[in-house]
């Protein structure tokens, strides 16, 4: 089986967002989709690792908002490459609005939002899925949207040439020093397995 063939399938890229008493909170991820149009309802999966997740199984709502392709890679780095169990991740991110049902949706490097309500989650082991309600959205712009692959081309930035002998995670950069990596590695930044890593060096 050549698994490189999973890189072939086609993904957006999302902010996704909850809220937990006074708590908010955010995470990257490729894995928003819609699955039936009337209703209208959504499925996410999220790695149990982040704590949004956790969030989201305690509260029942979250929010997607869509990354266009005008989106920084700072976004990426507030979102994605911490945890919010050490950071507050709006403490310097404004670029956002608070929707009608109290969760934040992100206005900048976005072209609009959707708001749900979990009807169903899934245990699928290192992650949930959860199908969703849809309860609101908008459309911010007209930006297109960012897939995944125009993320790897022109939004995260060029690897340094490295003599390290090791592995680097083809999602976020961080470098693994080590001829072998463990089968059951995961990416301390973004919390991806090692099927994400390419050797290098
Ligand atoms: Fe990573």
Not at 77 to 96: I, L, M
Not at 148 to 166: F, L, R, S
């Amino acid at each position: 089986m050549d698994k490189k063939a999973m890189y072939r399938l086609s993904y957006g890229l999302f902010v996704v967002t909850a809220k937990e008493g006074e708590k908010d909170n955010g995470c990257i991820t490729n894995t928003v989709m819609q699955v039936t149009s009337a209703p209208n309802r959504i499925s996410l999966a999220v790695n149990k690792e982040n704590y949004t997740h956790d969030m989201i199984l305690r509260t029942g709502k979250f929010l997607a908002s869509v990354i266009s392709e005008d989106a920084s890679f700072d976004l990426f780095r507030n979102f994605g490459f911490q945890s919010g169990r050490d950071v507050d991740k709006f403490a310097d991110f404004t670029d956002v609005k608070r929707t009608g049902n109290g969760l934040y949706a992100v206005t900048k490097g976005t072209n609009a939002w959707i708001s749900a309500k979990v009807i169903q989650s899934v245990d699928l082991g290192s992650h949930t899925l959860f199908l969703a309600e849809v309860e609101d959205a908008e459309v911010l712009s007209d930006s297109p949207s960012a897939t995944y692959a125009y993320y790897q081309d022109h939004i995260k930035p060029k690897p340094e040439k490295t003599k390290t002998v090791g592995w680097r995670c083809r999602i976020c950069g961080y470098i693994y020093e080590g001829e072998e990596l463990p089968a059951d590695f995961i990416c301390p930044i973004c919390k991806h397995g090692a099927e994400d890593f390419e050797k290098i060096g």
